[in-house]
Each structure stands twice: as C-alpha cells, then as structure tokens.
Nanobody, 126 residues
Framework: QVQLVESGGGLVQAGGSLRLSCAAS????????MGWFRQAPGKAREFVAA????????YYANSVKGRFTISRDNAKNTVYLQMNSLKPEDTAIYYC???????????????????WGQGTQVTVSS
C-alpha cells in the first residue's frame, strides 16, 4: 500500500499561484502513475493532471492546461502541482492519488486510482 500526504494548499487571490506537494511512502515501487484531482462543494471529483513515474508522461484537464504544471521527483517520491493564474473556479479540495495497475490510457480516470491522500483545500478569492 502507498501512503500519500498532500501539502501546500491555502487561500490566494485570483491571478495568484500555489504549489501543491504530494509525498508518497510505502510500496511506491508499485505505483504506475500519480494524479491530482479536485472536488468542489456539491460537485463530483474531477481529474486535474497526471504523470507517470517511469517516463514522465503527463495529461491535463482542458480547464487547467497552460496554467497548471505537474512534475515529479523520483528520488523524493514526491509529485508537485504548480498552479498559476488561479481562478475562483479552481476553488476545491485537491487530492493526489496513486494508480498501481493502470496504463497510459487510464491516467485520467478517477476510478483507475486506488490510493488517495487526505486532500488539501485551495481557495481562490475574486
């Protein structure tokens, strides 16, 4: 099992930036990819970005493309989400997740991820 701990959330004004971190521990060698997801009040959890551990393949939701960047540090077993030009609609709880059995084709699927962090709140004020 992989344990995930997110950090870096907070309150920021529209147009500002935040950097989220997700530290993985445990059976990290069993993880194929890491993803960031978010869930706003009253809405379903949605895909934000994902990256594969081995070759760094990345995917982004259209709503964040060009503003968010996902990256990884394999030595530290840590994944980052750099969020720039934040908008009020980015307000949500952000979760990182590990996919142990997926493929490139499933990296954007919520149901493909089998281990989740506790989430970190991101609030963007207008």
């Amino acid at each position: 099992q992989v344990q995930l701990v997110e950090s870096g959330g907070g309150l920021v004004q529209a147009g500002g930036s935040l950097r989220l971190s997700c530290a993985a521990s445990g059976r990290t060698f069993s993880s194929y990819a890491m993803g960031w997801f978010r869930q706003a009040p009253g809405k379903a959890r949605e895909f934000v970005a994902a990256i594969s551990w081995s070759d760094g393949i990345t995917y982004y939701a259209n709503s964040v493309k060009g503003r968010f960047t996902i990256s990884r540090d394999n030595a530290k077993n840590t994944v980052y989400l750099q969020m720039n030009s934040l908008k009020p609609e980015d307000t949500a709880i952000y979760y990182c997740a590990s996919d142990s059995a997926g493929t490139t084709a499933t990296m954007t699927w919520v149901r493909a991820y089998d281990c989740w962090g506790q989430g970190t709140q991101v609030t963007v004020s207008s």
